[in-house]
């Protein structure tokens, strides 16, 4: 296996020009908690967010979408029949995907069978903090809840196993994020500890993801932008009025961002 790269600038500013001027639609089914700080997210970096749950309409809706995202987070019954049924719909129609296993592991066994079951349609990229993929890949982890208490680097050779045994890509963020297929691997570093105070940052994330892989021709360097771009928004959002100023900051600074100044 190669060793972990950087993610430089340069190779980041093509995938965010491309959803700028693209808009992908991205189809979220996502948690309540998150729906609209995510759709406000979506539109800050230009893409087009669509919330659409009903399990009467997630298979069509997939088919006219650029991307799809499956966030596990406040699951339940009748929310699961629908990702089960969109995430049919993006394998089978070529849409790429993105799967947020929120909490999965143990002490979770509902979600987790669920989660296992949407990987088996083939997510073209797993987005979670580094408990949740340990817990993916059958490893011991640490969580509270859906917040990991794992660091990145200790899930990252169960993130390579786990992106070689689907054939998928892997991000785990946190401290530092890693994004791999299991060959290839890239790090990003920075950010600022005030993304993991707010609600919704991770989830996002994920959204962001699904933006940015859509009508990509390289997704694992996609997925390494988007989170890339979260990251550096994050260290320019402003912190000086507390938490619920730097919430809107962080859309402020993404709807701004430009690979120029960082």
Not at 45 to 54: D, F, T, Y
Not at 148 to 159: C, V
Not at 216 to 239: D, I, P, Q, R
Request: charged fraction near 15%; include cysteine; aromatic fraction near 4%.
């Amino acid at each position: 296996m190669s060793a972990t790269q950087a993610l430089q600038i340069s190779q980041a500013r093509p995938f965010i020009d491309h959803v700028k001027q693209h808009h992908p639609l991205v189809h979220c089914i996502t948690n309540d908690v998150v729906q609209n700080f995510t759709a406000n997210v979506l539109l800050a970096i230009g893409a087009s967010p669509a919330m659409v749950i009903a399990k009467q309409e997630v298979a069509s809706f997939v088919k006219i979408a650029n991307s799809l995202l499956i966030n596990v987070g406040t699951l339940d019954s009748n929310s699961a029949e629908s990702m089960l049924l969109a995430a049919a719909s993006a394998q089978k129609n070529h849409i790429p995907w993105v799967l947020d296993p929120v909490a999965v592991g143990p002490a979770l066994a509902y979600r987790t069978e669920i989660v296992h079951q949407l990987i088996g349609f083939k997510p073209t990229v797993i987005r979670g903090n580094a408990s949740e993929i340990l817990a993916l890949n059958g490893d011991n982890s640490s969580s509270k809840g859906p917040d990991g208490q794992d660091s990145t680097e200790s899930a990252l050779n169960a993130a390579k196993q786990l992106a070689q045994k689907h054939q998928t890509i892997v991000s785990i963020t946190g401290d530092v994020d890693y994004i791999t297929d299991g060959k290839q691997t890239y790090s990003i570093t920075g950010g600022d500890i005030a993304l993991t105070k707010i609600t919704g940052t991770g989830c996002s994330l994920s959204a962001m993801v699904a933006a940015f892989i859509a009508g990509s021709t390289n997704t694992l360097l996609a997925t390494a932008s988007a989170c890339f771009m979260m990251k550096k928004a994050g260290e320019l959002g402003n912190k000086q009025q507390g938490l619920g100023t730097y919430a809107v900051s962080l859309i402020d600074q993404l709807s701004l961002f430009n690979p120029s100044q960082i």
